[in-house]
């Protein structure tokens, strides 16, 4: 009988054995499990983490272009590639200017763009404050010519001239200076006095559309400067926004006479008809004649 005791005895040892053999490979696959997925869930965070937002460009975007939405888009990029210049969002760009080209899937930089709404502050600004069809002139000015020298960039003048003419009486040609005045332009807006420049903000007066784009909206057809600069007594130049045609005729009244600038108050946008003044009109038909001495 002793035997079989025994025989049944192993076989119950083996059974338990096996039994803890098996939990134990199934506690072993459970933590394996559990570190795997910790691993993958930590290699994803980290993944996650060097992943950074950059407004890219969705097409080739040739300088001195004004961006719109359609243009650009945010894509998420590796940290380490991501420049520190480079904008996240689409509005942070969305109304600027290229300075220069930038390329399909190129991250728009800081350096590559420049805002209108502080186009002043930057070396070559003068060309970002042009409306457009215009052009920018300048002409020599004193402290008595600019009217006190207190007209500041973002004003709105005419622009006064005083000529010569010359006469044949008979036989003889003769001069009589500053013969006539009259008004060579109306409603003429000043860019820049010497080196200052206006700075006029999308804002005023001003609508924006679906794609992006600004139209200007003023009732009275006169922008709005941003910022007010300080008078400037001894500039020697105004740069003055004129069509290519009124360029010419500004260039030749310059050239030809005396200018004189004078300023318009705000809102005032009225280009009236003006007839010149001659010399004569300035002394009266019942002026009697000097007493000789």
Same mark, same amino acid.
């Given at each position: 009988m002793a035997r079989p005791l025994a025989g049944t005895a192993a076989g119950s040892t083996n059974r338990r054995l096996l039994l803890l053999a098996l939990v134990a490979g199934i506690v072993a696959a459970i933590l394996i499990y559990t570190a795997l997925s910790r691993s993958s869930e930590s290699t994803g965070s980290a993944g996650a983490a060097s992943m950074a937002? $950059?407004?890219? $460009?969705? #097409?080739? &975007?040739? /300088?001195?272009?004004?961006?719109?939405? %359609?243009? +650009? *888009?945010v894509r998420q990029v590796p940290q380490d590639t991501r420049s520190e210049l480079a904008y996240t969002d689409l509005s942070q760009v969305v109304g600027r200017v290229t300075r220069y080209p930038i390329a399909t899937s190129e991250q728009v930089l800081a350096t590559k763009v420049v805002s209108l709404e502080s186009a002043a502050a930057t070396g070559d600004s003068l060309s970002y404050v042009i409306p457009e069809g215009k052009r920018g002139i300048s002409i020599e000015v004193s402290e008595v010519v600019s009217s006190g020298g207190l007209v500041l960039p973002g004003d709105y003048v005419d622009i006064i001239g005083v000529f010569d003419v =010359?006469?044949? !009486? %008979? *036989?003889?040609?003769?001069?009589?200076?500053?013969?006539?005045?009259? &008004? &060579? +332009?109306? =409603?003429i807006e000043v860019l820049a006095v010497a080196q200052t420049v206006v700075d006029t903000p999308p804002e005023a007066g001003t609508t924006t %559309? $679906?794609? %992006? *784009?600004?139209?200007?909206? !003023?009732?009275?057809? #006169?922008?709005?400067? =941003?910022?007010? /600069? /300080?008078?400037e007594p001894k500039a020697s130049t105004v740069t003055l926004s004129v069509t290519p045609q009124e360029a010419q005729l500004l260039f030749l009244a310059e050239e030809n006479g005396v200018l004189r600038l004078a300023v318009r108050p705000y809102g005032d946008a009225e280009v009236q008809d003006i007839p010149f003044v001659a010399e004569t009109e300035l002394i009266p038909a019942n002026l009697p004649r000097p007493v000789a001495r």
């Amino acid at each position: 009988m002793a035997r079989p005791l025994a025989g049944t005895a192993a076989g119950s040892t083996n059974r338990r054995l096996l039994l803890l053999a098996l939990v134990a490979g199934i506690v072993a696959a459970i933590l394996i499990y559990t570190a795997l997925s910790r691993s993958s869930e930590s290699t994803g965070s980290a993944g996650a983490a060097s992943m950074a937002p $950059a407004v890219v $460009a969705k #097409q080739d &975007i040739p /300088a001195r272009t004004k961006i719109t939405s %359609g243009m +650009l *888009e945010v894509r998420q990029v590796p940290q380490d590639t991501r420049s520190e210049l480079a904008y996240t969002d689409l509005s942070q760009v969305v109304g600027r200017v290229t300075r220069y080209p930038i390329a399909t899937s190129e991250q728009v930089l800081a350096t590559k763009v420049v805002s209108l709404e502080s186009a002043a502050a930057t070396g070559d600004s003068l060309s970002y404050v042009i409306p457009e069809g215009k052009r920018g002139i300048s002409i020599e000015v004193s402290e008595v010519v600019s009217s006190g020298g207190l007209v500041l960039p973002g004003d709105y003048v005419d622009i006064i001239g005083v000529f010569d003419v =010359n006469f044949v !009486d %008979g *036989e003889e040609e003769r001069t009589e200076q500053k013969y006539f005045s009259r &008004i &060579i +332009l109306q =409603n003429i807006e000043v860019l820049a006095v010497a080196q200052t420049v206006v700075d006029t903000p999308p804002e005023a007066g001003t609508t924006t %559309g $679906a794609d %992006g *784009e600004t139209t200007t909206t !003023d009732a009275d057809g #006169q922008r709005v400067r =941003n910022t007010e /600069a /300080a008078p400037e007594p001894k500039a020697s130049t105004v740069t003055l926004s004129v069509t290519p045609q009124e360029a010419q005729l500004l260039f030749l009244a310059e050239e030809n006479g005396v200018l004189r600038l004078a300023v318009r108050p705000y809102g005032d946008a009225e280009v009236q008809d003006i007839p010149f003044v001659a010399e004569t009109e300035l002394i009266p038909a019942n002026l009697p004649r000097p007493v000789a001495r």
